[in-house]
C-alpha cells in the first residue's frame, strides 16, 4: 500500500488537482454541471487520445511530432469513407482507420530505426508528409461522420440524476485507453517499450530487441493516433484536413502527467490526468473573461511551475 | 561419455579478428574453455579482452576467425541469441533496467525465479527488494543481482568481466565460492579481473591477449604472474626510449604547485595524496577504473571531492564549477576529445575559446592580438591547418594537439593531461611528449595519465601508481620501466605511500 502511495504519488497530486480545479469551477459558475462537464470531456477526447500516443513513444525513449498530422489523415479518411455509409461499412472504416493508424506508426517507427536519425527529426519530417497526404485526401473540410456512430460519443450515458454526470465520452474513452493499455502493461512487449527507454543498452543485453521494440511502439501509438482522428471527426461530423492544435498540447500534457523526456518513466493514467487540468483551466480563464493571450501566458506558467515543483520533491523524497 | 568428449572444449574461438573502421580492436584472438574450466583472461587497457567479450556474447559481430561452441560453428546475432546458446555474460556495468523494479527485469529477461532466489541467497542478499525501481539500489547489489540473473539461466558458460570491482570484501569472497563452485559442477567460467589474488584463487589457466592477438596460454602455477606481466607487455620490454633530458630534475622541495591530500571521489577514488612541483611532470598510472577519472574531474572541477584537500600554492581550494579550477591555474585536457572541442567550428576559434570566455573578456573581441597567439600555438605544435574550417575534419592526432594549444595560446600554469595519445600516431605522440617537457621547461606543472606505460619514461619526472582508489606506489621515471610498473599497476607490490 506504502509502495502504491509513493509510486504514484504524482498521479494522486494531479487529481486532487483536478478536482480542486472542478471546484473552483462551480464556484465561479454555480451552473457548471453535467452538460458543462459533458462538453469538456468531449472537446478533450482528441487531446486525451494524442496524449496518450504521445506518452507511449516517449516511454519508448523517442517522440512523434507527427501525431496532429497523422490525426488528420485519418479525420479525412474517415470523413470521406462513412459518408453516406451503412452499419457493417461504418464498422469497416472504422477497422481500416485503426489499421491506417497502426501502419503509419510503424512507418515512422522504421524509418527511425532504419536511417538512424534522431526520432525529432524523422518525426518533423513525417509531420510534413502526414499534412500532404490529408490534403489530398480531402483539400477543403468536408465528408461527414456516420451520424449514429457520433451518438456514441455525445451526451451523458443515460438520463438520471447520477448517472446523467457521466458523459458517454469519459466511457468511451476509459475503455478504450485501458483495451490498449492494461494488455500492453501486463506484456513482455510493454516491459520492453520501458526497458528500451530506460537504458538501450541494457534492454539490448537483456536480450530485447531493440529495432522492432520501437517499431511496435511507434505503431501502438499510431493506433492511439487513429482512435484520436476519429474522435474529430465523430465531435464536429466532418474532415477537417488542417491539424488540430493536438500535438504541444499532447508534450505539454505528457510532461505534466510525470513521463519523463527521455524515457523509461511515467503512465498513461498521469497524462490523461494533466489533458483534464489543462482543459478545465482554460475553460476557467475563459470563464473569468481573461484575455485569450493571457491564457496562455498561465498555462505555460501552471506546467512550469507544478514540473518544477515535482523536481524538487522528487529530490527531497530521495534524501528522506 | 567417452574421455575424449569430456574434454573437448564447450567453447572453441579461433583466430577472431574485429575491426572498427581503421582501427584494428582484435587481430587473431583465440580462447579454448572446457567444461569444468574457469578461465583467466588477461590483457593490459586496450588488448582487446573486452572487444572480444562482445563478440562471443553477441553484442558485437566478428569480422573473422571461427567461434565452436560444443564442437558446432555458431554466431550468435544478439546477446538473447547467446544466452539461449548457453553463453551468459555479466558485464562490468550492471544490464538490469534502472527504471524497472527487480521483477519486471526477471520477467523482461524470462529468468526463473526459484533458481533466482536460491542464488541470491547464497550470494548473501537474502532478501533482494522486488518492487524498488533498480535505479534506487547501490551499485554493489546491482551487481550481485546481475550474476544471480545469470547463475540462474544455468548457463554453460558463464563470462563474468571485473566481476569484484565494486564489491565489498565479503561480497568478494561469496562471489569467488560461488564461481569455483560452478567450475565444480562442470560448468565453465571466463574470468575478468586485474586482482591476482583471485585469480591464482580461482581460475585453472589464463589466455593472454596482447594488441588484439592471444599471445599465451598457461595453467595458473605459483610465480605464473611474472609470465603473465611479461605476456602482456611482450616487445615493449626492450630499452626505454632514450630522452635527452635536463641532468638536474625539477626542484622538488619548497610549497608544490599543487598538493594533494587524501582525495576521495565517486565510489571508486578513496584515498590519493601527491605533490605536483613547479616545472615537474608527474606520471599517473593506473589500470581501468581504479578511480583515475574521478581524480581528473576532481581536479578539474566537474566533481565534488567526498573527502580530503586540494591545495594550489599553498592555497586550500574548493571548485565547485570547472571554470573555478581554471582560474586556479587548473586546466583539464580530457581523454575524450569530443568533450573538449568545437567540432564543428574552425581550429582559430577552437584555441581561442577558453580565453575568450573569461568574463573579463566580455565584449569585442581583440581579433588581432587573439589571431598573434593562435598562430604561435599552431606554429609551435606544428598542427596540419589544411582542414582548419572545421575542427572536426582534422585527424585525431591533429584534433588533440588543438585541444592541447588551446592552453598553451592563454598561457597554462597546471595542465591535467588525461590519456592524451590515446589512438593517435607515433610521430604526433612525440612532438606532445616534447610539448609537455618544453612546457615543463617553461615552469609549468603537469599532471600526465596515460593508459600507455612507456610513455612515463618517454615523458615525465615521476610517477604514482593507482590502484583500487589509493595511491601504491611512487617512483622516479628513471627508475620505472614497463615490467615495474605493470606489477604495480596490478597491485602486486603493496605498500601505501605518498608521493
Request: glycine letters at 10%; one cysteine or more; hydrophobic letters at 50%.
Amino acid at each position: 500500500m506504502m509502495r502504491g502511495l509513493s509510486r504514484n504519488g504524482w498521479v494522486l497530486g494531479l487529481v486532487g488537482l483536478l478536482i480542486l480545479l472542478l471546484i473552483v469551477t462551480k464556484l465561479i459558475q454555480p451552473s457548471f454541471g453535467a452538460s458543462g462537464l459533458e462538453s469538456v470531456t468531449r472537446a478533450a477526447l482528441p487531446f486525451a487520445f494524442a496524449t496518450a500516443a504521445t506518452a507511449v513513444v516517449v516511454i519508448a525513449g523517442g517522440i512523434d511530432l507527427s501525431v496532429a498530422a497523422m490525426m488528420a489523415v485519418v479525420g479525412v479518411t474517415a470523413a470521406v469513407l462513412m459518408e453516406g455509409a451503412g452499419v457493417t461499412q461504418t464498422w469497416l472504416v472504422v477497422l481500416a482507420v485503426l489499421a491506417l493508424g497502426a501502419a503509419m506508426g510503424a512507418l515512422n517507427g522504421a524509418l527511425v530505426v532504419a536511417t538512424r536519425l534522431p526520432d525529432i527529426v524523422v518525426t518533423l519530417a513525417m509531420s510534413f508528409v502526414w499534412e500532404g497526404v490529408a490534403l489530398l485526401i480531402l483539400k477543403a473540410p468536408g465528408g461527414a461522420a456516420t451520424p449514429w456512430l457520433r451518438e456514441v460519443i455525445l451526451g451523458p450515458i443515460a438520463p438520471g440524476p447520477v448517472v446523467s454526470l457521466i458523459p458517454k465520452s469519459l466511457v468511451v474513452l476509459a475503455v478504450l485507453l485501458m483495451l490498449v493499455w492494461l494488455p500492453l502493461r501486463r506484456s513482455r512487449l510493454g516491459l520492453s517499450i520501458y526497458a528500451i527507454g530506460s537504458d538501450a543498452t541494457a534492454a539490448f543485453r537483456s536480450g530485447v530487441s531493440i529495432g522492432a521494440t520501437r517499431v511496435a511502439a511507434y505503431a501502438i501509438a499510431g493506433v492511439l493516433v487513429a482512435m484520436g482522428g476519429l474522435s474529430v471527426t465523430l465531435s464536429t461530423g466532418i474532415g477537417e484536413p488542417i491539424p488540430g492544435p493536438y500535438l504541444l498540447a499532447a508534450v505539454a500534457a505528457v510532461v505534466l502527467g510525470g513521463v519523463v523526456l527521455g524515457g523509461g518513466r511515467g503512465g498513461l493514467l498521469g497524462p490523461i490526468v494533466a489533458v483534464f487540468i489543462l482543459r478545465i483551466v482554460r475553460l476557467d480563464l475563459t470563464l473569468l473573461s481573461v484575455d485569450p493571450n493571457v491564457t496562455t501566458i498561465v498555462e505555460g506558467t501552471i506546467m512550469a511551475v507544478v514540473v518544477m515543483l515535482g523536481g524538487i520533491l522528487a529530490v527531497r523524497g530521495r534524501r528522506a | 561419455m567417452t574421455d575424449a568428449a569430456a574434454d573437448a572444449p564447450i567453447l572453441d574461438a579461433q583466430g577472431v579478428s574485429k575491426r572498427f573502421g581503421a582501427v584494428v580492436a582484435l587481430r587473431d584472438a583465440s580462447l579454448r574453455v572446457r567444461r569444468g574450466e574457469v578461465v583467466a583472461l588477461m590483457g593490459a587497457n586496450g588488448a582487446g579482452k573486452s572487444t572480444l567479450v562482445k563478440i562471443l556474447t553477441g553484442a558485437l559481430r566478428r569480422d573473422g576467425g571461427t567461434l565452436r561452441i560444443r564442437g558446432r560453428d555458431q554466431s550468435f546475432g544478439s546477446p538473447g541469441a547467446a544466452r539461449r546458446g548457453g553463453l551468459v555474460p555479466v558485464y562490468q556495468e550492471p544490464s538490469l533496467i534502472p527504471d524497472l523494479d527487480l521483477d519486471e527485469n526477471l520477467r523482461l529477461g524470462g529468468t526463473p525465479r526459484e533458481p533466482f532466489h536460491h542464488w541470491v541467497r547464497e550470494l548473501g542478499i537474502p532478501d533482494p527488494p522486488m518492487d524498488d525501481p533498480i535505479r534506487h539500489l547501490p551499485l554493489a547489489t546491482l551487481r550481485i543481482l546481475d550474476l544471480a540473473r545469470a547463475l540462474a539461466s544455468e548457463p554453460d558458460v558463464l563470462l563474468l568481466d571485473e566481476m569484484t570491482a565494486a564489491l565489498p570484501t565479503d561480497l568478494v569472497e561469496r562471489v569467488l565460492k560461488v564461481v569455483r563452485e560452478q567450475a565444480d559442477a562442470g560448468r565453465s567460467v571466463i574470468y575478468i579481473s586485474h586482482r591476482f589474488a583471485e585469480i591464482s584463487q580461482l581460475c585453472d589457466r589464463a589466455t593472454v591477449l596482447r594488441d588484439g592477438a592471444t599471445v599465451g596460454d598457461l595453467p595458473i602455477e605459483p610465480g605464473v604472474e611474472e609470465k603473465i606481466v611479461t605476456l602482456m607487455l611482450g616487445a615493449a620490454l626492450s630499452p626505454a626510449q632514450a630522452r635527452a633530458r635536463e641532468a638536474t630534475g625539477p626542484a622538488t622541495t619548497g610549497t608544490p604547485r599543487l598538493r594533494v591530500r587524501g582525495l576521495a571521489a565517486g565510489t571508486k577514488l578513496a584515498d590519493v595524496s601527491f605533490d605536483l612541483h613547479k616545472g615537474e611532470v608527474l606520471g599517473v598510472v593506473a589500470l581501468e577504473g581504479q578511480g583515475q577519472d574521478e581524480l581528473f574531474d576532481a581536479l578539474a572541477g566537474f566533481r565534488r571531492p567526498g573527502g580530503g584537500t586540494i591545495e594550489i600554492d599553498g592555497q586550500p581550494q574548493s571548485f565547485r564549477h570547472p571554470a573555478d579550477a581554471i582560474a586556479a591555474g587548473l586546466t583539464l585536457v580530457p581523454g575524450d576529445r569530443a568533450e573538449a572541442l568545437l567540432s564543428s567550428r574552425s581550429v582559430r576559434e577552437n584555441i581561442a575559446v577558453p580565453y575568450v570566455a573569461r568574463p573579463r573578456h566580455w565584449g569585442p573581441i581583440a581579433m588581432r592580438r587573439e589571431g598573434a597567439q593562435v598562430a604561435q600555438a599552431i606554429e609551435r605544435l606544428q598542427i596540419d591547418t589544411r582542414a582548419q574550417g572545421e575542427v572536426r575534419r582534422l585527424s585525431g592526432g591533429n584534433q588533440q594537439k588543438v585541444t592541447i594549444a588551446r592552453w598553451i595560446a592563454g598561457g597554462v600554469q597546471t595542465l591535467l593531461l588525461f590519456d592524451p595519445t590515446r589512438g593517435i600516431d607515433v610521430r604526433t605522440k612525440r612532438q606532445i611528449y616534447a610539448l609537455v617537457r618544453d612546457l615543463a621547461a617553461q615552469g609549468a606543472s603537469v599532471l600526465f595519465y596515460t593508459s600507455e606505460l612507456g610513455e612515463i619514461q618517454a615523458a615525465c619526472d615521476r610517477v604514482v601508481v593507482i590502484f583500487n582508489g589509493r595511491v601504491v606506489d611512487v617512483l622516479d621515471a628513471q627508475d620505472a620501466d614497463e615490467p615495474m610498473l605493470m606489477r604495480a599497476a596490478y597491485g602486486l607490490t603493496a605498500r601505501e605511500v605518498r608521493a
